[in-house]
């Protein structure tokens, strides 16, 4: 897959999936439901999965069921329904592994000036998407992007996840979608982290589900290339970031709206 592959639409792409991979029989029946709705819609399709969380505020927090059974299910996701997939790296030594399973590797927000993290991602020749750290101005991500580029890859994308407010809330600054885009990466806004509370005194983040409708309407108004979710048929089950993701059966009747605010948008 290249990213021309997701920029033949006048509408957006979608990355969406679970926050975590908890099992195959859970990705599995998220993937067929959301393709089933992103192709009613013509919408193109990246299923998301991490295959390990690594950023955890707690030594108990669920991590993963293990590298290489969650990679084999992103890759059975990939095989059984057609749709490329995308999961976060966290170490140089990470890249090339997780490269043999899936199309598309994320660097972490936290990680986003790693230059030997960006820099073994863009060796393994799959597209790249940088999410903006929650401290960076949006016209910082440039240099994160130009590190992939002059390490020989130019499939680059940009993600806006929101910036710091506080110590324990996320604003998005709609303005730093076209100056990213002026950059000239396609710009992905990510709905459900942009509504985490983080730094909560139980050491489990919160967050802000009910805004989920409001943020994705502004990112498609603006011109976002393509929106990131995160869905779970039962979020208050998830094993991971459960207080800020959309449950998977509002996921069809948001997609619906949103195209029709893109198409309103367009004619103007």
Request: aromatic share 6%; hydrophobic share 45%; proline share 5%.
């Given at each position: 897959?290249?990213?021309?592959?997701?920029?033949?639409?006048?509408?957006?792409?979608?990355?969406?999936?679970?926050?975590?991979i908890?099992?195959?029989?859970?990705?599995?029946?998220?993937?067929?439901?959301?393709?089933?709705?992103?192709?009613?819609?013509?919408?193109?399709?990246?299923?998301?999965?991490?295959?390990?969380?690594?950023?955890?505020?707690?030594?108990?927090?669920?991590?993963?069921i293990?590298?290489?059974?969650?990679?084999?299910?992103?890759?059975?996701?990939?095989?059984?329904?057609?749709?490329?997939?995308?999961?976060?790296?966290?170490?140089?030594?990470?890249?090339a592994?997780?490269?043999?399973?899936?199309?598309?590797?994320?660097?972490?927000?936290?990680?986003?000036?790693?230059?030997?993290?960006?820099?073994?991602?863009?060796?393994?020749?799959?597209?790249?998407n940088?999410?903006?750290?929650?401290?960076?101005?949006?016209?910082?991500?440039?240099?994160?992007?130009?590190?992939?580029?002059?390490?020989?890859?130019?499939?680059?994308?940009?993600?806006?996840?929101g910036?710091?407010?506080?110590?324990?809330?996320?604003?998005?600054?709609?303005?730093?979608?076209?100056?990213m885009?002026?950059?000239?990466?396609?710009?992905?806004?990510?709905?459900?982290?942009?509504?985490?509370?983080?730094?909560?005194?139980?050491?489990?983040?919160?967050?802000?589900?009910?805004?989920?409708?409001?943020?994705?309407?502004?990112?498609?108004?603006?011109?976002?290339?393509?929106?990131f979710?995160e869905?779970?048929p039962?979020?208050?089950?998830?094993?991971?970031?459960?207080?800020?993701?959309?449950?998977?059966?509002?996921?069809?009747?948001?997609?619906?709206?949103?195209?029709?605010?893109r198409?309103?948008?367009?004619?103007?």
């Open positions: 897959m290249i990213i021309k592959d997701l920029e033949k639409t006048d509408r957006f792409f979608l990355l969406a999936g679970p926050c975590v908890e099992g195959e029989k859970m990705a599995m029946e998220i993937a067929e439901t959301i393709l089933k709705i992103t192709d009613e819609l013509s919408i193109p399709f990246i299923f998301k999965g991490s295959y390990r969380k690594a950023n955890r505020s707690r030594i108990d927090s669920f991590t993963g293990g590298d290489e059974r969650a990679l084999k299910i992103l890759r059975k996701v990939r095989e059984t329904f057609g749709v490329p997939t995308v999961t976060d790296i966290h170490e140089t030594t990470e890249a592994v997780a490269a043999e399973y899936v199309d598309v590797l994320q660097i972490p927000a936290f990680l986003c000036r790693q230059t030997d993290l960006l820099v073994a991602a863009a060796k393994t020749g799959k597209i790249v940088i999410k903006k750290g929650q401290f960076l101005a949006p016209e910082a991500m440039r240099f994160a992007a130009q590190k992939v580029i002059d390490a020989g890859n130019q499939q680059v994308m940009l993600t806006e996840r910036t710091t407010f506080g110590y324990s809330d996320l604003i998005v600054d709609f303005r730093g979608i076209p100056k885009q002026s950059f000239g990466y396609p710009v992905i806004t990510d709905i459900t982290h942009s509504l985490q509370q983080p730094n909560q005194a139980s050491g489990v983040s919160g967050g802000l589900p009910e805004m989920i409708e409001t943020i994705a309407k502004a990112a498609v108004a603006v011109g976002s290339d393509g929106l979710v869905t779970h039962n979020p208050s089950e998830a094993k991971s970031d459960g207080a800020n993701m959309l449950p998977l059966n509002s996921l069809a009747p948001l997609l619906r709206k949103l195209c029709r605010i198409a309103a948008a367009m004619s103007i």
